[in-house]
């Protein structure tokens, strides 16, 4: 079964910026919403950003709105999260989902499919 490979995860200073990669090998994200969650340290998974198959809806978590940018790709088959003014709160291992429909949404459960995560850690 394909599976989203998640990319760019690295150790940033407060402030900084990171972008984040996904992409499916050998298969295309064309027709799919996708999403991008993370998990903090000790704390549950979250909802961070989603596109829908279009890219005309876009959605995200109120955390990192207006710091946080979602986008896609279609000649790339690749999604991207593209995070700048990074806070030690931003800290954590982020995942990319791709849900079996086209419709953007921050609801885990609405997505099947999912990669193995990529970490940022975001140092003071």
């Known amino acids: 079964q394909w599976q989203p490979v998640e990319s760019g995860g690295d150790v940033v200073h407060s402030g900084g910026s990171l972008t984040l990669s996904c992409a499916v090998p050998?298969?295309?994200?064309?027709?799919?919403?996708v999403g991008w969650f993370r998990r903090a340290p000790g704390k549950g998974r979250e909802g961070v950003a989603t596109?829908?198959?279009?890219?005309?809806?876009?959605a995200y978590a109120d955390s990192v709105q207006g710091r946080f940018t979602v986008s896609r790709d279609k000649a790339k088959k690749e999604v991207y999260l593209q995070m700048n003014d990074l806070k030690p709160e931003d800290t954590g291992v982020y995942y990319c989902?791709?849900?079996?429909?086209?419709?953007?949404?921050?609801?885990?459960?609405?997505?099947?499919?999912w990669g193995q995560g990529t970490l940022v850690t975001v140092s003071s």
């Open positions: 989902a791709v849900a079996p429909h086209p419709s953007a949404t921050l609801t885990e459960s609405h997505y099947n499919s």
């Open positions: 050998g298969f295309t994200l064309d027709y799919y919403a």
């Open positions: 596109i829908s198959r279009t890219g005309e809806t876009i």
